[in-house]
């Protein structure tokens, strides 16, 4: 069992920044792969960044890349979504997903929702304009 909790959400204007934090419980945290999604209302869960449990390799949905960073602290066992430039188009529900299984070919598709076991249970993003 593998739970989450994220934190950092909140309301920004257009243009600005916020950093979101999940802290996770797992025994072996460094073996974990870790993955961001969002969510808005009517909308499927969409993939924004994802880090690997070794060599910290990240991936990123076209839509952030350059202005999201994602990285982790093994240590604090806690990853972390960097926000820049933030878009009114950026609001959702931002949910960390944990790879408990450690999945061998976790990095052939680490932004579908199905690579990942557990779910945190999400903080609002709301971006004004």
């Known amino acids: 069992q593998v739970q989450l909790v994220e934190s950092g959400g909140g309301l920004v204007q257009a243009g600005g920044s916020l950093r979101l934090s999940c802290a996770a419980s797992?025994?072996?945290?460094?073996?974990?792969?870790m993955g961001w999604f969002r969510q808005v209302p009517g909308k499927e869960r969409e993939f924004v960044g994802a880090?690997?449990?070794?060599?910290?390799?990240?991936y990123y949905a076209d839509s952030v890349k350059g202005r999201f960073t994602i990285s982790r602290d093994n240590d604090k066992k806690t990853v972390y979504l960097q926000m820049n430039g933030l878009k009114p188009e950026d609001t959702a529900v931002y949910f960390c997903?944990?790879?408990?299984?450690?999945?061998?070919?976790?990095?052939?598709?680490?932004?579908?929702?199905?690579?990942?076991?557990?779910w945190g249970q999400g903080t609002q993003v709301t971006v004004s304009s």
């Open positions: 880090i690997s449990r070794t060599t910290g390799n990240t």
């Open positions: 997903a944990v790879d408990s299984q450690s999945r061998y070919n976790w990095w052939t598709s680490p932004g579908s929702a199905a690579s990942y076991d557990y």
């Open positions: 797992g025994r072996t945290f460094n073996s974990y792969n």
